[in-house]
């Protein structure tokens, strides 16, 4: 939403004038996007939990999809606020989904090179659309809305990528374990731990403690996100605990203004005194520069 944010199309199609004239609309169109995650990862968790994980990173793309193309196709403030709503709740299961996938059927050693990439992946993406942004103001000196309305519309391409590959990849082991399909589990880790032997040690341990771990799950009454939040009857699992060091990790990141960053540069630097163009140009920089000192 950076580059959108000062295009005059976009501005003058959500009410106001060829300058920002209602920045609490301005900001509430890009913070209602993340409510959306918000309510997307919550439901991610769960619905990965009863239809797969496969399954239900196929169903937030698709999502994402009809949200995203609502948002490229939008009209006014109204249908915009909706539209990203909708959006961000298929961003959010996805977001949520993918990660606890990638790490499910990988082994232990190589859980962190995975989550780094798919960071790389995420943040090359915001890179690319600063660009794409930078590149599109250009057209017509960016008064057309095809400057905000095709960089909302791309992301559309990558998530029916997204959905093919999903199809040929394989299910999580662990929650084929723990959904009546033990053998599919034990090929599944076969293929990743020791190229396809069933019997070897590696995979028999892992194996038998995906097991023990699904057992000692069910032996406390914590299943819901009450419980999760506050810890209550999770015994030796210690979930409240667990879930509030990985939220204010997430939380004391967002405090350091990263956010503000990537999506009100251009903004700000507008209020500084810069040209439109001089105003883009620094925005896409500080991301060209911000991707590999975050992956370092």
Same mark, same amino acid.
């Given at each position: 939403m950076s580059?959108?944010?000062?295009? %005059?199309?976009?501005?003058? #199609?959500?009410?106001?004038?060829? /300058?920002?004239?209602?920045?609490?609309?301005?900001? &509430?169109?890009?913070?209602?996007?993340?409510?959306?995650?918000?309510? #997307? +990862?919550?439901?991610? &968790?769960?619905?990965?939990?009863?239809?797969?994980?496969?399954? +239900?990173?196929? !169903?937030?793309?698709? *999502?994402?999809? @009809?949200?995203?193309?609502?948002?490229?196709?939008?009209?006014?403030?109204? *249908?915009?606020?909706?539209?990203? $709503?909708?959006?961000?709740?298929?961003?959010?299961?996805?977001?949520?989904?993918? %990660?606890?996938?990638?790490?499910?059927?990988?082994?232990?050693?190589?859980?962190?090179?995975?989550? +780094? @990439?798919?960071? !790389?992946?995420?943040?090359?993406?915001?890179? /690319?659309?600063? *660009?794409?942004?930078?590149?599109?103001?250009?057209?017509?000196?960016?008064?057309?809305?095809?400057? *905000?309305? @095709?960089?909302?519309? !791309? %992301?559309?391409? !990558?998530? $029916?990528i997204l959905i093919i590959s999903m199809v040929f990849m394989p299910e999580s082991p662990r929650w084929d374990i723990g959904n009546g399909k033990p053998e599919r589990g034990r090929r599944t880790l076969a293929v990743f731990r020791a190229r396809g032997d069933v019997n070897h040690p590696e995979v028999e341990a892992e194996f038998n403690e995906i097991v023990a771990a699904i057992e000692l799950e069910k032996e406390y009454p914590a299943q819901t996100y009450l419980h999760l939040v506050t810890g209550y009857k999770s015994g030796d699992l210690h979930l409240g605990r667990r879930t509030f060091l990985a939220a204010w990790l997430q939380i004391m990141q967002a405090w350091t203004g990263v956010t503000s960053v990537v999506v009100y540069a251009p903004t700000l630097f507008r209020i500084a005194g810069f040209s439109q163009h001089k105003a883009r140009s620094p925005g896409a920089m500080i991301d060209l520069w911000y991707r590999p000192t975050n992956e370092s």
């Open positions: 580059g959108v944010n000062i295009s %005059p199309s976009y501005i003058v #199609g959500d009410g106001s004038s060829d /300058t920002i004239t209602h920045p609490t609309k301005q900001g &509430g169109l890009v913070a209602i996007y993340y409510l959306g995650t918000l309510i #997307g +990862a919550l439901m991610g &968790g769960a619905v990965s939990d009863k239809i797969g994980r496969n399954k +239900a990173i196929i !169903f937030g793309a698709i *999502w994402g999809i @009809f949200g995203t193309s609502l948002q490229s196709a939008a009209k006014n403030s109204n *249908w915009m606020l909706c539209a990203r $709503i909708l959006a961000g709740i298929g961003t959010g299961v996805v977001s949520a989904v993918i %990660p606890v996938w990638g790490s499910e059927l990988v082994s232990h050693d190589s859980r962190g090179m995975v989550m +780094a @990439f798919e960071m !790389f992946v995420n943040y090359a993406g915001i890179s /690319t659309s600063y *660009w794409l942004e930078y590149l599109l103001a250009m057209v017509n000196h960016g008064h057309t809305s095809i400057r *905000w309305r @095709f960089p909302i519309g !791309f %992301p559309i391409l !990558f998530m $029916i």
